[in-house]
């Protein structure tokens, strides 16, 4: 009889041992859940950002290619306004990637959701998604500027239209 209250005892404890064990690592797992959780939802805010810069650039592209359609164009203004067009459509095709990188990589933030993966990865997209933001906003600089140099290249050609008026005048005056 003692030895049988001895085995038993002895057999609880490394049940035990196995529970407690069991308990820290399912609080350990709940933990990097929550944490997993609290990044997926910064990223889908900052995927959101995006987002909303991205429409913002295709408003602004969309009004740039307006402009240009409706210019006056000189053949002083032709060529400058043909090199800001390749630059325009260069930058429609950088944003479309983007747009599909941003569509990759928010599918990726939901199937990474799904499956409750390391941290590694979601620190991986979060890498992603911090490179593109950068490459992002590279390009609305580079936009900026290609609509100051057309905005200056609009100038100059009306006070070319100006002078060649000047100049027809004084040739009859």
Do not use: C
Not at 39 to 67: G, S, Y
Not at 74 to 90: C, G, N, Q, T, W
Not at 114 to 131: H, I, K, T
């Amino acid at each position: 009889m003692k030895q049988m209250e001895k085995l038993s005892a002895t057999d609880s404890r490394p049940l035990e041992a196995e529970i407690d064990r069991l308990k820290e690592e399912t609080e350990m797992f709940a933990g990097q859940i929550i944490e997993q959780d609290e990044e997926i939802q910064n990223l889908r805010r900052r995927i959101q950002q995006r987002d909303e810069q991205v429409q913002t650039l295709k408003r602004e592209l969309a009004d740039l290619k307006e402009r240009i359609a409706n210019a006056e164009s000189s053949p002083f203004h032709a060529e400058e306004v043909a090199r800001l067009k390749k630059d325009i459509a260069r930058l429609t095709v950088d944003l479309k990637a983007r747009d599909e990188e941003i569509t990759f990589l928010q599918n990726k933030v939901e199937e990474t959701k799904a499956r409750a993966v390391s941290s590694e990865v979601v620190s991986s997209l979060q890498a992603e998604l911090d490179e593109m933001r950068e490459a992002h906003e590279d390009n609305r600089v580079e936009l900026r500027e290609l609509r100051k140099q057309l905005w200056d290249a609009k100038q100059a050609a009306g006070e070319v239209n100006d002078l060649k008026l000047e100049l027809a005048q004084a040739k009859y005056a």
